[in-house]
């Protein structure tokens, strides 16, 4: 049964931490996505990759939040430092080319105080 | 603009009844059309994909309707059950040329339904 597997899956940490989020895609998926859900603004895009490259990260905050794919079973997104407004359900997802169905994990629950 | 509104924002139904839920978009250009299920503490999962040229899309006891012309699509869920409790989002995927390699997703901020026994 293939699915996006992430961990943690609950952070609580305290202002100025740092917080790393991993992400494993589904084996043979090349695209892979980073996504943050607020109760105020539902999902958003923070940053993606094809083939390991990141292709867009528009929608993170640069001086903070860094996304990487060390390899293809493995993305990372860190913040540093963490902040309180950065509370969130961060979702990872792939999919296999440009426009396919996407697949989500589980999410990882982060508590910055 | 880009954007994709959904209503009702919240919906409350009794087990075993229907009910459609509503989803506008103003993208350019267009791709294909997705709904999404939304347990929560959970990640969403695909329901539907439709592309400008399908009009109805079944998956189990979820129907998904487009109308490319009014930029409109709904999700009718039938006989509904507990376990359809969930938040459902409609996403419309733009190929932008996005980024030059995929195509750019607008979410909806989604419709939360609670089914009562």
């Known amino acids: 049964d293939a699915r996006v597997t992430q961990t943690p899956r609950h952070k609580v940490t305290e202002m100025g931490q740092e917080v790393t989020m991993r992400c494993q895609p589904i084996?043979?998926?090349?695209?892979v996505f980073w996504y943050r859900q607020t109760m105020m603004q539902g999902l958003e895009l923070l940053a993606y990759?094809?083939?390991?490259?990141?292709?867009?990260d528009s929608g993170m905050p640069k001086d903070r939040f860094s996304a990487e794919m060390p390899d293809a079973t493995l993305a990372t997104l860190k913040i540093q430092p963490s902040e309180p407004r950065d509370s969130a359900v961060y979702f990872c997802?792939?999919?296999?080319?440009?426009?396919?169905?996407?697949?989500f994990g589980p999410g990882t629950r982060l508590t910055v105080l | 603009k880009n954007q994709v509104e959904q209503s009702p924002q919240s919906l409350i139904i009794l087990e075993g009844k229907n009910c459609t839920l509503q989803?506008?978009?103003?993208?350019?250009?267009?791709?294909?059309l997705r709904w999404y299920k939304q347990d929560t503490g959970r990640g969403p999962v695909s329901l539907t994909i439709?592309?400008?040229?399908?009009n109805t899309k079944s998956n189990g006891r979820y129907t998904a309707t487009l109308d490319a012309d009014t930029k409109q699509s709904s999700l009718h869920i039938t006989a509904s059950q507990l376990s359809d409790s969930a938040s459902y989002i409609c996403?419309?995927?733009?190929?932008?040329?996005?980024?030059?390699?995929?195509?750019?997703?607008?979410f909806g901020t989604g419709t939360l339904l609670a089914v009562q026994p």
């Open positions: 997802a792939s999919q296999r080319g440009a426009d396919n169905e996407q697949f």
């Open positions: 084996l043979g998926h090349n695209t």
């Open positions: 990759f094809r083939n390991r490259a990141p292709l867009d």
């Open positions: 989803c506008n978009y103003t993208v350019s250009p267009f791709s294909n």
């Open positions: 439709m592309t400008f040229s399908e």
């Open positions: 996403v419309v995927s733009s190929n932008l040329n996005y980024g030059g390699a995929t195509n750019k997703l607008i």
